[in-house]
């Protein structure tokens, strides 16, 4: 009886709701510095990480990605399931949900389940987002146009405002009452004045910084709206069919860069570049972890344009779910079985 008990304790699951989660997790320097230290390990070649498993379920608008990474030396790896139903808030729904499971890298057994219905990976997107910024935006920023008021777009900046100060926030999205609920909900987080662009076209004219969050099918911005010194972060093209940003815009771009190439060859704004022939695979494109790495800053001039293409990588997810058990166990959180 006593060597049963003894067995059970080994192998108990601690079971983390969401509101556990953001009781313990922010998106602040801490966390980004972690994410930072993923994409350094990945670039370094001490991560393996497979090919995303994507399902696209079309009937009911909404797609579903499997992601992982094994980072050599950890104790533990994430694997995680994300998912977007679009249609979700139709009927008072959230777009976004899934879990995170962690598991030791001794045993394969699960240590953890993170039932953060998709708040984790809210915050290493925006951690990813803010981490490009601090490499590749400009000096200055004075406007930042955010494409998408959505619960991303809420990350995006909150992670900007950790790296970079600006002053003001132009918002578009479809949905005009969404940008109303924005600007209400998150001038007192930033506290910069927040304003609702007329169009696209106004709002990538008039910022140093654009940030795309959309779930979009259909390009967002065009090329010739595009001026020098500015920086564009897309986070909305996750899969193949999804594109936020015209191909085209890559020709007049100086600096490119990416989270992972061989992701974003097959599934970011690269890839329609690429299928578009305005890019090639062997033109000069920095991963994040290189510039983490290397701490390199390759703005070379105030008049230089960079875009960054972020599909979301299984390192980021790996790097969010240790730090979360960490935390939760200190706090002592949740619920073992």
């Not at 059970?8 to 930072?36: A, F, G, H, W």
């Not at 999804?242 to 771009?253: P, T």
């Not at 972890?289 to 800053?297: A, N, P, R, T």
């Amino acid at each position: 009886m006593k060597e049963e008990k003894t067995m059970k304790t080994k192998n108990s699951i601690l079971i983390l709701r969401e509101e556990d989660l953001r009781k313990c997790v922010q998106l602040d320097t801490e966390v980004i510095s972690v994410v930072e230290k993923g994409f350094s390990h990945l670039w370094e070649g001490n991560a393996e990480v497979p090919p995303i498993i994507g399902i696209d379920v079309p009937e009911s608008n909404g797609d579903l990605d499997i992601k992982t990474a094994h980072i050599h030396g950890l104790d533990s790896f994430a694997v995680k399931i994300a998912s977007g139903f679009y249609d979700n808030p139709k009927v008072g729904l959230p777009v976004a949900s899934g879990m995170m499971v962690l598991i030791s890298t001794r045993t394969g057994f699960p240590q953890a389940v993170l039932l953060d219905n998709g708040y984790l990976t809210q915050v290493r997107t925006g951690a990813a987002g803010a981490i490009a910024a601090k490499y590749l935006a400009p000096d200055k920023v004075e406007t930042v146009g955010m494409i998408g008021a959505g619960t991303q777009g809420r990350f995006q900046m909150m992670g900007l405002s950790v790296v970079k100060k600006f002053d003001r926030l132009m918002v578009y999205d479809l949905d005009a009452d969404g940008v109303d609920k924005y600007i209400e909900e998150m001038t007192p987080v930033l506290g910069v004045e927040i304003i609702s662009a007329k169009d696209e076209e106004t709002l990538v004219r008039e910022s140093d910084l654009v940030v795309t969050a959309t779930p979009s099918h259909k390009p967002h911005i065009k090329a010739e709206w595009l001026h020098p010194g500015m920086h564009i972060t897309t986070v909305g093209s996750d899969s193949p069919s999804k594109q936020e940003l015209e191909a085209k815009a890559f020709d007049r771009v100086d600096i490119v860069a990416c989270d992972l190439k061989s992701q974003s060859f097959v599934r970011g704004e690269l890839h329609h570049a690429i299928e578009s022939g305005v890019i090639s695979p062997e033109d000069e494109i920095f991963e994040l972890g290189e510039l983490i790495s290397d701490q390199k800053f390759v703005r070379n001039s105030p008049q230089e344009l960079s875009i960054c293409d972020l599909t979301g990588v299984g390192v980021q997810d790996t790097m969010i779910a240790r730090i979360a058990l960490q935390k939760a166990l200190s706090a002592e959180l949740g619920i073992r079985i």
